[in-house]
């Protein structure tokens, strides 16, 4: 999971950490808008120098702002290695832990045995793992149903090329007026051909994967909507 998106934030991380030190420090990192976000939190724990607990009010403004990315907390002069505690709950949650050994900064990052969304917190590489490939693997996780693996040319909307449109009609979709969950989502950003293309969760919600951004959920009215061109359903759906 380390990136540079993360590695970035070790300054912010560790000034909060050692802020509270000789007390185990807390925070979360929130995928928000496909950018990571660091949100310090409020350690809650009775004896918050041999534990942490997250307090539910920062718990639920960070699940508010974006989704999970991981959970961050300091180990105050042991090993920065997970206790059992710390691997249980991040494999009960599905939610990586990083945590940091105090003073001396040393960094762990647990990865949880099921990872609660393989969907979300995606880096981009294009071909490899882009708009596209976060569509194909999100039917054939949600819905068993397999789209192919294409090779994009780059830059293929200045080619006169239409590989979503084609795409999709090809694979047994139609237009519809009102999405509903499941359905594929068509843009066109600033472009005369579709360039782009999502999946719609409900709720004015979509999943999505930009160039240069983690694969997130997004809301519909948070400037893309003006990019969409259509809605499209998979006729063995209807």
Not at 105 to 126: A, W
């Amino acid at each position: 999971m380390e990136d540079s998106r993360v590695l970035n934030k070790d300054k912010e991380i560790l000034e909060h950490l050692i802020s509270v030190y000789p007390e185990e420090g807390c925070g979360i990192l929130i995928n928000k808008r496909g950018k990571i976000v660091w949100m310090s939190c409020e350690n809650t724990a009775v004896k918050p120098e041999e534990d942490f607990v997250i307090s539910a009010k920062d718990y639920i403004r960070a699940s508010l702002l974006g989704d999970i990315h991981a959970i961050v907390h300091s180990h105050p002069d042991v090993s920065c290695e997970p206790s059992e505690s710390d691997i249980k709950t991040s494999d009960f949650l599905g939610i990586p832990y990083i945590i940091y050994s105090l003073p001396s900064m040393e960094k762990y990052e647990y990865t949880p045995k099921n990872v609660r969304n393989k969907l979300l917190g995606r880096d981009y590489e294009f071909g490899q793992s882009d708009c596209y490939s976060l569509v194909r693997d999100y039917y054939k996780q949600e819905l068993d149903l397999t789209l192919p693996t294409i090779l994009f040319e780059d830059d293929w909307w200045d080619k006169g090329l239409n590989y979503f449109d084609d795409l999709f009609q090809n694979f047994g979709f139609v237009e519809v007026e009102k999405p509903q969950e499941h359905d594929g989502i068509i843009f066109s950003v600033f472009c005369n051909v579709p360039n782009h293309c999502g999946v719609y969760l409900g709720e004015d919600l979509f999943l999505h994967h930009a160039v240069n951004r983690l694969s997130c959920r997004e809301s519909i009215h948070s400037g893309w909507g003006q990019h969409i061109v259509r809605y499209v359903r998979c006729k063995q759906f209807i």
